[in-house]
């Protein structure tokens, strides 16, 4: 256990170690986020509906500054300036996923993600923005069901991919048949957000919830772009996958400034075939120790059968627990809690 642990604290300690109080907080919002829309009514209107492509990266990010405006009264009383907001995490993911070349067409058969002629598309065949998909737009229609968004089915239209349509939804009624729990589970978190009584920590476990939901169908329906990326880039989105089931059981804050630090431990680039954790030249000693530990912890959990996510769960179901394990990686970082 105590190995796992420290795997585990490796990987969420490089967090809090960026965390400099002097940053102007729009500094570390992702890319693309002022051009992104704010509003239903920035998306381009066409037969008095707005048009949503979820294949074009603006399009995509604008959802998610939505919900973050929309849902900002929900987390006002946690701090200001919306910083405390726990949706922050999913923006930043998709922003390093950008940044990083991971929503580029990986197959190199098309020029879409990249520059400088398409830098803002978003590739179907990208594993990532796959998975990506269903921590975006549905969240956003689950919102729209719950009513927090202000924002009624029959004012947009969400377009499909160029292929593999039949692999993705595009309506409220559409995805409660095809992902039904993921939607159930997202509006359940928005439901307890609009509580009087909801507290950080409830909000929290309802989103990591709703998150790990999320990732079941896409993680079962993309298999085939794995044979896209290298070795390493494969096993890394596989370890991630599961390094994420963890992250979600120590019920780990994705606030802005927290998953902005974090976000720079990751691989600011696609892995190479030859590229070995912790000898990757190009990469900071925090990212090569990061990658380390997603390897060890793939690898743990693999052998164990997931005994050990169990083992982690059971851990984790404390709030002590939770507690001491954020300040030990704080400590470990040397940052001030
Ligand atoms: C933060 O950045 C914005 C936009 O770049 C700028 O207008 C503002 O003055 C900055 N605030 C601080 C405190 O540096
Ligand atoms: C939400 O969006 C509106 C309209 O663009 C803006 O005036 C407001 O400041 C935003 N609120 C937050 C918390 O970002």
Request: hydrophobic share 40%.
């Amino acid at each position: 256990m105590a190995v796992l642990a420290s795997f585990v604290w490796v990987l969420v300690g490089c967090i809090s170690a960026a965390v400099a109080e002097d940053s102007n907080i729009s500094d570390l919002y992702p890319p693309f986020w002022e051009e992104s829309p704010e509003e239903l009514s920035d998306y381009r209107l066409e037969d008095g509906k707005h048009i949503i492509n979820p294949w074009v990266f603006t399009d995509r990010m604008g959802l998610y500054r939505i919900l973050l405006n929309r849902t900002a009264p929900y987390f006002a009383s946690y701090g200001p300036e919306n910083e405390q907001n726990l949706f922050w995490g999913l923006p930043l993911q998709f922003g390093w996923q950008h940044s990083s070349g991971r929503l580029a067409d990986p197959t190199g058969k098309t020029d879409c993600g990249y520059g400088p002629v398409n830098p803002l598309c978003v590739s179907v065949d990208s594993w990532w923005a796959d998975a990506n998909y269903f921590l975006s737009v549905i969240p956003f229609l689950a919102a729209v069901d719950s009513g927090v968004l202000g924002i009624t089915s029959d004012q947009f239209t969400i377009l499909p991919p160029p292929q593999d349509q039949w692999k993705f939804c595009y309506s409220v009624s559409d995805c409660k048949e095809l992902v039904g729990e993921t939607m159930d589970s997202w509006n359940t978190f928005f439901e307890y957000m609009k509580l009087p009584s909801s507290d950080f920590d409830g909000l929290l476990k309802n989103l990591w919830a709703a998150h790990t939901s999320s990732l079941g169908y896409p993680l079962s329906v993309f298999e085939d772009r794995y044979a896209y990326y290298s070795d390493q880039e494969s096993k890394f989105e596989k370890n991630w996958a599961i390094a994420v089931d963890y992250i979600a059981a120590a019920y780990y804050p994705t606030t802005l400034i927290r998953t902005h630090g974090f976000q720079k431990g990751l691989p600011p680039r696609i892995l190479l075939d030859t590229d070995i954790a912790p000898f990757i030249a190009d990469f900071t000693a925090t990212q090569n120790t990061v990658l380390l530990s997603l390897t060890a912890l793939g690898d743990t959990d693999r052998l164990t059968g997931s005994f050990s996510l169990t083992a982690w769960k059971i851990l984790m179901s404390s709030k002590f627990a939770r507690e001491q394990f954020l300040k030990a990686l704080e400590t470990l970082l040397g940052t001030s809690t």
